[in-house]
T-cell receptor, first 113, second 112 residues
Framework: AAGVIQSPRHLIKEKRETATLKCYPI?????VYWYQQGPGQDPQFLIS???????DKGSIPDRFSAQQFSDYHSELNMSSLELGDSALYFC????????????FGSGTRLTVV | GDSVTQMEGPVTLSEEAFLTINCTYT??????LFWYVQYPGEGLQLLLKATKADDKGSNKGFEATYRKETTSFHLEKGSVQVSDSAVYFC???????????FGEGTQLTVNP
C-alpha cells in the first residue's frame, strides 16, 4: 500500500539558509499535518491543511511557511535557518471522517550547521 | 489545553518480562487515544488506538484500555521481545482530523 512520502530524507544546511521539505500524502487523503521532533523530544505540531486550506496552526515560527497544492502534496519552507531548527520533521496525512487514521512519513532529518 | 504525561523512562527489561508503560491525559472533551512506536531512525507507526471509554486497543501482543475515570491509557505486553526495543509515544486527539498531542515518549530496551 502507498505510504506518506517525504523528501529529502536528509538535509544539511548552513545558518541563515533556506530549506524546503516536501510531503506527498496517501492518495485520496485530504488532510496533511507537519510535526517537528527535536533530539530526544516528542513531536510538536506545526501546522495542518485540509483541502488545501490551513486548518490548524501550532508552534510554527514566523520564519516557516507551508502550503498544500492542488495535487494535495505539501511543502514546508524554512528561512533564516537557526541551529535550533535541527530536528526530524514529520508529515502525516489522514482522510477526514475515516476513523482517526493518521499515517506518518519517515521524516526529513534537517541538520543546520 | 490538552496534555499527555508518560511514565518517566527509560525502561530496561529482560526478554519475556511483563511491560507496563503508564500514560495519563488531560483533555477538555472526550479524546481518542493512541500509542505510537518509533524505531531508531524511522517514522512513527501506529501501534493501537481507542476512541471511547472502556475501549481496548490491541496489536502485536500490546494492549491498552481507555479508562475515563482515571484518565489513563496504560500500555501493556505480557512478554516482550528484543525486537520491541523502541520509543513509545502516547498521544491523543480531540476530534477526527485535528492535531495529535504527544507525551514525552518512553525508551524501551529489551535485553536477551
Amino acid at each position: 500500500a502507498a505510504g506518506v512520502i517525504q523528501s529529502p530524507r536528509h538535509l544539511i544546511k548552513e545558518k541563515r539558509e533556506t530549506a524546503t521539505l516536501k510531503c506527498y500524502p496517501i492518495p485520496r487523503h485530504d488532510t496533511v499535518y507537519w510535526y517537528q521532533q527535536g533530539p530526544g523530544q516528542d513531536p510538536q505540531f506545526l501546522i495542518s491543511f485540509y483541502e488545501k486550506m490551513q486548518s490548524d496552526k501550532g508552534s510554527i515560527p514566523d520564519r516557516f511557511s507551508a502550503q498544500q497544492f492542488s495535487d494535495y502534496h505539501s511543502e514546508l519552507n524554512m528561512s533564516s535557518l537557526e541551529l535550533g531548527d535541527s530536528a526530524l520533521y514529520f508529515c502525516a496525512s489522514s482522510l477526514l471522517g475515516q476513523g482517526y487514521g493518521y499515517t506518518f512519513g519517515s521524516g526529513t532529518r534537517l541538520t543546520v550547521v | 489545553g490538552d496534555s499527555v504525561t508518560q511514565m518517566e523512562g527509560p525502561v530496561t527489561l529482560s526478554e519475556e518480562a511483563f511491560l507496563t508503560i503508564n500514560c495519563t491525559y488531560t483533555a477538555t472533551g472526550y479524546p481518542s487515544l493512541f500509542w505510537y512506536v518509533q524505531y531508531p531512525g524511522e517514522g512513527l507507526q501506529l501501534l493501537l488506538k481507542a476512541t471511547k471509554a472502556d475501549d481496548k486497543g490491541s496489536n502485536k501482543g500490546f494492549e491498552a484500555t481507555y479508562r475515563k475515570e482515571t484518565t489513563s491509557f496504560h500500555l501493556e505486553k505480557g512478554s516482550v521481545q528484543v525486537s520491541d526495543s523502541a520509543v513509545y509515544f502516547c498521544a491523543l486527539t480531540e476530534t477526527s482530523g485535528s492535531r495529535l498531542t504527544f507525551g514525552e515518549g518512553t525508551q524501551l530496551t529489551v535485553n536477551p
